[in-house]
């Protein structure tokens, strides 16, 4: 079965600083990856994703991410965290012959202090 | 205001009260999905529908219900709750089955 690795549950920044927050996946096959966002008390907001091209992508706020196929990898980052980046990141995966089924990674709550 | 809603929003129950959280979007999406949302475990996929009277199971479906009768709902029903279903849950919908989803508020359940 599909599997998604987030490898930090945790992250306590200053603002200014720079993040960045790893995902590894298990699937071999065609994969979509994304980086949903969730601030407090809101739901889950794609913050950017990945289907092919350009390994490197940008997203909304800053953000960008990493998509290294060799490692499985899809990691996301920013130069430069603001107080209002508080929040919980997930990364996830569909895969690409499987319609409809995703999987999420466990979470990374990133705690930016003033 | 394209939106994904989700009710009731908050909900305390006792075990084996069968009960429905309901799940409505208004994008004309082929695709909807239930998580559930636990701490240290992220978002599991319970179930999922790629259209009309077409559903799936997720990664933990035991103890769930869906059906999909219409496309722009897709209620999640329990039949027997029990307490290890005390959770967040969200829905989700899709225009395609592999690109990014658009969530619901969440419904807070609480099963005692």
């Known amino acids: 079965a599909q599997s998604v690795s987030q490898h930090n549950h945790h992250v306590i920044l200053s603002e200014a600083a720079s993040l960045e927050l790893g995902c590894n996946y298990s699937?071999?096959?065609?994969?979509?990856l994304f980086w949903y966002v969730q601030y407090p008390g809101q739901h889950l907001q794609l913050l950017l994703k990945y289907f092919s091209g350009d390994p490197l992508v940008k997203g909304i706020k800053g953000f960008e991410a990493e998509f290294i196929k060799s490692k499985f990898s899809f990691n996301l980052r920013k130069p430069s965290v603001q107080w209002s980046d508080t929040a919980e990141y997930f990364c996830a995966v569909n895969e690409g012959t499987n319609a409809g089924k995703s999987t999420f990674g466990d979470g990374t709550t990133l705690t930016v202090k003033p | 205001e394209a939106q994904v809603t989700q009710n009731p929003r908050y909900l305390i129950t006792v075990t084996g009260k069968k009960l429905t959280v309901t799940c409505s979007q208004n994008?004309?999406?082929?695709?909807m999905s239930w998580y559930r949302q636990d701490p240290g475990l992220g978002l599991r996929q319970i179930y999922y529908?790629?259209?009309?009277?077409?559903?799936d199971k997720g990664d933990v479906p035991e103890g769930y219900k869906v059906s999909r009768k219409e496309k722009r709902n897709f209620p999640l029903i329990l039949e027997s709750p029990s307490p290890n279903q005390t959770s967040l849950y969200f829905c989700?919908?899709?225009?395609?089955?592999?690109?990014?989803?658009?969530f619901g508020p969440g419904t807070r359940l609480t099963v005692t």
């Open positions: 989700a919908s899709s225009y395609t089955g592999v690109g990014e989803q658009y």
């Open positions: 699937y071999g096959g065609t994969v979509n």
């Open positions: 994008m004309n999406h082929e695709y």
């Open positions: 529908s790629m259209n009309v009277e077409v559903t």
